[in-house]
Antibody, heavy 121, light 108 residues
């Protein structure tokens, strides 16, 4: 059974940093591109980052480019999201999601339950 | 950037059909994927590549895509289908992933 479990969320002040993790199991982690997607409570889904299967290529939307860094440890089946210079509008539930098997992954076939990040003074 | 537009809400009586449109410029040239999200839960993929269903998703869920509109159709609606539904595409021109604005489906 595919499982994705996020951790690392919490309360942080504006300008601060936070590192999210996603523990993957039940599939060959190193074969899949992986993503982070966020959702402001009560609002819609927004994609925030992608990493290819070996970790050599990353992609971001303009809203987080230069502030967020996605990475992975295939030996530990773990995905990370380093978030720096956090802003109030980064407050959201952050989901880890597995990309479909075809590069560059066109959709997200499994999702974690998410971890809440609150940016507030 | 590419924009996908959905109605904020759709309703249907049990046993009837709910249709959820997703509008985008020439969306018919993209592959469209659909997610169901119930309160407090992670999104669940219900249709991918316009009209394919993942294992375990009932045949009541189907999709179509042509021109400027993709549609998720739920036939024989059940109370358990109440949820938010999102369409999504990969925009090849920008290499970005775009979600629709989301539609709340209410079962009357």
């Amino acid at each position: 059974e595919v499982q994705l479990v996020e951790s690392g969320g919490g309360l942080v002040q504006p300008g601060g940093s936070l590192r999210l993790s996603c523990a993957a199991s039940g599939f060959t982690f190193s074969s899949h591109w992986m993503h982070w997607v966020r959702q402001v409570p009560g609002k819609g889904l927004v994609w925030v980052s992608r990493i290819n299967s070996d970790g050599s290529t990353t992609t971001y939307p303009d809203s987080v480019e230069g502030r967020f860094t996605i990475s992975r440890d295939n030996a530990k089946n773990t995905l990370h999201l380093q978030m720096n210079s956090l802003r109030v509008d980064d407050t959201a539930v952050y989901f880890c999601a597995r990309g479909d098997p075809r590069p560059p992954s066109f959709y997200f076939d499994y999702w974690g339950r998410g971890t809440l990040v609150t940016v507030s003074s | 950037s590419y924009v996908l537009t959905q109605p904020s809400s759709v309703s249907a009586a049990p046993g009837q059909t709910a249709r959820i449109p997703c509008g985008g410029n020439y969306i018919g040239t993209n592959s469209v994927h659909w997610y169901q999200q119930k309160p407090g839960q992670a999104p669940l993929l219900v249709v991918y590549d316009d009209s394919d269903r993942p294992s375990g998703i009932p045949e009541r869920f189907s999709g179509s895509n042509s021109g400027n509109t993709a549609t998720l159709t739920i036939t024989r609606v059940e109370a358990g289908d109440e949820a938010d539904y999102y369409c999504q595409v990969w925009d090849r021109s920008s290499d970005q992933y775009v979600f629709g604005t989301g539609t709340k489906v209410t079962v009357l």
